[in-house]
Nanobody, 123 residues
């Protein structure tokens, strides 16, 4: 499966962005999808995941209550709605997918990665 992340951009603190991760190559319906981010000089960190069914999600403490992950399997797309953005959210955001069922916060658990989309939040 190939993943294409988009929706990043430059926004002021307190603003919002919605990232999209579109899958091609095969149906997305049976993949758990995660979002990760990496700021310059820092390690890649977990942001959120959504299980294939959409019934379970999990978030990093730093984004919980501000970000919402969702999916539309009919469109082969997973979204990350980001509200109340802070300068600390500035990073390259990646989506990743793993077959089936359980969610994971570890990047090593994901088999497929998109190319990343840049989010920059100005103060």
């Amino acid at each position: 499966v190939q993943l294409q992340a988009s929706g990043g951009g430059l926004v002021q603190a307190g603003g919002s962005l919605r990232l999209s991760c579109v899958a091609s190559g095969q149906s997305f319906s049976y993949y758990t999808v995660g979002w990760y981010r990496q700021a310059p000089g820092k390690e890649r960190e977990f942001v959120a995941f959504i299980r294939y069914s959409g019934r379970r999600t999990d978030y990093a403490d730093s984004v919980n209550g501000r970000f919402t992950i969702s999916r539309d399997n009919a469109k082969n797309t997973v979204y990350l709605q980001m509200n109340s953005l802070e300068p600390e959210d500035t990073a390259l955001y990646y989506c990743a997918a793993r077959p089936c069922c359980s969610g994971s916060t570890s990047p090593n658990s994901y088999n497929y990665w998109g190319q990343g989309t840049q989010v920059t939040v100005s103060s």
